[in-house]
């Protein structure tokens, strides 16, 4: 199979797969979704940290084509501002429940349901299409990173879409124009891999910056969108939970990558 054909398949696992993971939750109850919910963004975090530190910064480290390594850690710096400044702009949000920070009581109150609707779809397709070119950037680094990278593409995108969802049933969506709009977001994953495949080809000395914007992604996710949201539950069983879990995301990782080597 070339490499193409497992961009394609693996950006499908990171994107629709993972929207038609979230609808299935949302045929649970709403008292178990809630309780599932915080489970799966710990699991989420040990995932994305593991990619971006045992896989996506090593793999660009060690790139030939990297001369100073303050080059690609600088890179990281500057994507973690970019990504910030992103969600201040609403076009990188990672909501977790129809009542986040980001679509809040201001935004129910200004905006109806369709023009709501709309920018949750902007801003979800726009870092789909990112997630793209980051998985695509991965696997022509090496096949066992690209693997690795979607791994923890899907693992954040399932909490997030399953947010999104509530979203847009809150809004007044039904169920099933709810899921057909996740699913056309989603697509620009796929979008974005392959558009990353043919451009990133014939210039190897980019790969591993953008594994470094890749890793600034993962990392900001997880330690500014993810890991705030735990900190509502602080006793010391919840916290010995949250640490499991996100343990057992980081050794997923870390298994997933030993083992594909």
Request: hydrophobic share 55%.
């Amino acid at each position: 199979m070339s490499l193409l054909s497992w961009i394609i398949i693996f950006c499908l696992i990171g994107g629709v797969l993972s929207v038609l993971a979230a609808s299935g939750f949302l045929l649970l109850s709403e008292a178990l979704r809630k309780r599932l919910l915080p489970h799966m963004v710990s699991y989420a975090i040990g995932a994305l940290l593991g990619a971006a530190f045992l896989a996506l910064l090593p793999h660009a480290l060690g790139h030939p084509a990297v001369g100073d390594l303050h080059d690609i850690t600088f890179t990281v710096l500057i994507g973690i501002l970019a990504f910030f400044l992103l969600e201040k702009m609403v076009l990188w949000r990672h909501c977790h429940a129809h009542d986040c920070e980001v679509h809040g009581e201001e935004d129910r109150h200004q905006a109806h349901g369709a023009a709501r609707g709309s920018m949750i779809m902007i801003g979800d397709g726009m870092h789909n299409l990112v997630d793209g070119v980051l998985i695509a950037a991965a696997f022509l680094t090496d096949f066992h990173v690209g693997v690795v990278t979607s791994i923890a593409v899907a693992t954040h995108e399932i909490p997030q879409e399953l947010g999104d969802f509530s979203i847009l049933l809150h809004s007044g969506y039904s169920r099933s124009k709810a899921l057909l709009m996740n699913i056309a977001a989603s697509l620009t994953t796929v979008i974005g891999g392959v558009a990353a495949y043919y451009s990133l080809q014939g210039a190897e000395q980019v790969v591993p910056y953008v594994l470094a914007i890749a890793s600034a992604s993962f990392i900001y996710i997880a330690v500014a969108d993810l890991i705030p949201g735990l900190h509502h539950r602080t006793e010391a069983r919840v916290t010995a939970q949250q640490m499991l879990l996100i343990l057992a995301g980081v050794v997923t990782i870390f298994l997933a990558h030993s083992t594909l080597h």
